[in-house]
């Protein structure tokens, strides 16, 4: 049995504080409810434009809309003839050279596909076979049946021989971008997201990775990469390396939207989600509730709308079906988002992390802390400081601020937390 839209008290089709990356093509999630980020939209677009290859990082805190910006810059260079296609090449711990090589073959095949469904040829063939046998251990990539010219939607993935893709994948690559070239493309554009979980493993590794594939793959003619992760990936994998930092551009740096940014992206949302076009939408919280989570959240748009979404959600529950609800106010969706995230964190975390959390919140749920500060705060040696504080940034309850030159790492309660801690 179908559950009621309670969105619809509002004259809304569904939650228009959805969190999921915008794409062209896509109903649910239009690029055209895309707002601001036109400098550096038109920068990436203009560096894609200016040369035969570019390489290009896009950094930023979690949640900022990093992936939602490079969607929108794809959908311009595909409306000035470029080929490329809304798939995002994710990225994994346990990347290696065979692995990415492989990512970006099976990427550039995609864009190919998705510009000119009956692109036929050796270049074509030869890139399909290889993009055939390609399988990421640990689950990491598989491709569309549907992808290879076979009908159904279901997956499919063979092992590859050993050392493959180093020979043959740089080639099928080369010739790819030939075959597009010559059908008039301008050019291909990939995107890779999550640079974040390689330095993570080993930057100094993640960045040899890179500079491992330069030559043969990163400088091919046609070839325009995208490369989007937080500000410290970007800085220890990209720009750490000379041979890899010479050949990306100097990296696109998000700040977070303005409020009326947020504003104007929430007036879209509900417009296009408007159930009944005779009637007006009823904005489901008050302006000034968006301002201060605006600030609650320091501009992570994706946690923002997921506590409106989550708050609202659990209000219109309790409500039942009224009608013209009033917008919500701030005292109610901060107590109801305050019990459950409190909940979820301490099922998650557990008493002990729980307790530090507390001792945090305690001390100032808005201060900025260093490893030396918890050591004393918590009364526990570094190297359990350490690993609370990793075991806090993989659950979400705290974020680390972008390093600024030698200084130590400073962490920070999210703002789910601060809800949590009251």
């Not at 794409?23 to 055209?32: F, I, K, N, V, W």
């Not at 990082?57 to 409306?79: C, E, F, M, N, Y």
């Not at 974020?399 to 789910?416: C, F, I, N, S, W």
Request: charged share 20%.
């Amino acid at each position: 049995m179908a559950l009621p839209n309670l969105w619809r008290l509002y004259n809304l089709r569904s939650s228009p504080y959805f969190q999921a990356t915008l794409r062209q093509g896509s109903e649910a999630t239009p690029l055209s409810l895309f707002v601001g980020r036109q400098t550096e939209r038109q920068r990436l677009l203009s560096a894609i434009g200016g040369s035969r290859s570019s390489r290009q990082a896009v950094a930023g805190r979690p949640g900022i809309g990093k992936t939602t910006l490079v969607q929108a810059v794809k959908a311009d260079a595909l409306a000035a003839g470029y080929w490329t296609s809304a798939d995002i090449i994710p990225i994994t711990a346990d990347l290696t050279s065979e692995n990415l090589i492989g990512q970006l073959l099976a990427g550039a095949f995609e864009a190919v596909l998705a510009s000119c469904a009956h692109a036929s040829g050796p270049a074509v063939e030869a890139a399909q076979q290889l993009v055939r046998t390609i399988r990421l251990r640990g689950g990491g990539f598989t491709v569309s049946a549907a992808g290879f010219g076979a009908g159904g939607t279901n997956t499919q993935a063979v092992s590859s021989p050993p050392g493959a893709l180093l020979l043959d994948g740089p080639r099928a690559l080369r010739d790819l971008l030939v075959f597009a070239l010559e059908q008039g493309a301008s050019g291909l554009v990939l995107h890779l997201n999550n640079l974040e979980n390689l330095s993570e493993a080993d930057a100094a590794r993640a960045a040899d990775l890179l500079r491992s594939i330069r030559d043969q793959v990163l400088l091919l003619d046609g070839l325009h990469l995208i490369v989007v992760g937080t500000a410290d990936a970007v800085r220890l994998v990209v720009q750490s390396h000379t041979q890899v930092r010479s050949v990306f551009s100097d990296p696109v740096v998000l700040e977070p939207l303005e409020p009326n940014e947020v504003h104007q992206l929430l007036g879209a949302r509900y417009r296009s989600l408007r159930l009944d076009p005779n009637l007006p939408v009823h904005a489901p919280a008050h302006a000034a509730v968006i301002d201060v989570l605006h600030e609650l959240f320091r501009g992570d748009l994706r946690g923002l709308l997921k506590a409106l979404e989550d708050g609202i959600t659990a209000l219109l529950g309790l409500t039942g079906d009224g009608e013209s609800p009033e917008p919500i106010g701030l005292a109610d969706l901060t107590l109801v988002l305050s019990l459950r995230y409190k909940l979820e964190l301490q099922d998650h975390l557990g008493a002990t992390l729980w307790q530090r959390l507390e001792a945090w919140g305690e001390r100032d749920v808005q201060a900025v802390m260093t490893q030396a500060d918890l050591v004393t705060l918590w009364g526990i040696k570094q190297p359990s400081v350490s690993q609370t504080l990793q075991q806090l940034v993989s659950a979400g309850a705290a974020d680390v601020l972008p390093r600024r030159g030698g200084d130590p790492l400073q962490y920070l309660l999210t703002g789910a937390t601060r809800l949590a801690l009251g």
